[in-house]
């Protein structure tokens, strides 16, 4: 039986800051989202799913590139719709929605495949690194950003555990009582299915969202 890391052994080999900075960079995400809607209302009301986020991620990884730029211990890598942070070479982590039972949507090429399956066995010691996915959930009835998340998969929908940022930062600083729990995700959700345009192939968008 595969044995994987919790949450919390994750969180203290990321450390503080890189946690940290994922959240806040959905918060700067969020504000950016209130404004844009806030001066283009019709704009953001006739933007396509796919078009809204695309614009969303470009400000989500903008947020991080200036969190974390600085950070020696984290390399931020950009290669094409591709956008991979890596933290001391243990993880890589790339920024994604989710929805309410912590899936994620991605045409699924090759590698958008190798990335969602852990590479082998992961535990911390003695493995190349460790897949995960930060982010945030999306209230798609209200098309907003909703709380900042990390989570840790192996293969695209097999959630192992989804953390809510958010309230673990709250808790850590005594705003809510108890401590911060894993959301658990729902089992056998249906899904519905996702069209892909041929055009949306081609330009390889879909690691953008």
């Not at 003695?126 to 840790?152: E, N």
Request: proline share 6%; net charge negative.
């Amino acid at each position: 039986m595969i044995s994987y890391p919790d949450s919390d052994v994750v969180f203290a080999a990321l450390g503080d800051k890189v946690v940290d900075a994922f959240a806040a960079a959905v918060a700067r995400t969020r504000e950016d989202l209130a404004a844009y809607r806030a001066g283009n209302p019709l704009w953001v009301a006739e933007a396509s799913e796919r078009g809204l986020a695309g614009w969303i991620h470009d400000r989500l990884w903008a947020a991080l590139v200036e969190l974390l730029h600085d950070n020696p211990d984290v390399y931020l890598l950009e290669s094409g719709p591709t956008r991979d942070v890596i933290v001391s070479s243990r993880f890589r982590i790339r920024m994604k929605r989710h929805d309410i039972s912590g899936n994620v949507a991605s045409y699924p090429t090759q590698g958008a495949m190798e990335f969602f399956a852990q590479p082998s066995i992961p535990t911390l010691e003695g493995m190349d690194q460790v897949h995960l996915i930060a982010g945030y959930c999306w209230t798609k009835d209200l098309r907003d950003i909703g709380a900042a998340v990390l989570s840790m998969r192996d293969g695209k929908n097999n959630v192992i555990w989804l953390v809510d940022l958010d309230a673990r930062a709250g808790a850590l600083a005594g705003t809510t009582t108890g401590a911060p729990t894993p959301i658990v995700p729902e089992i056998d959700t249906p899904v519905a299915p996702v069209i892909e345009l041929a055009a949306d192939r081609d330009a390889g968008v879909e690691e953008t969202s």
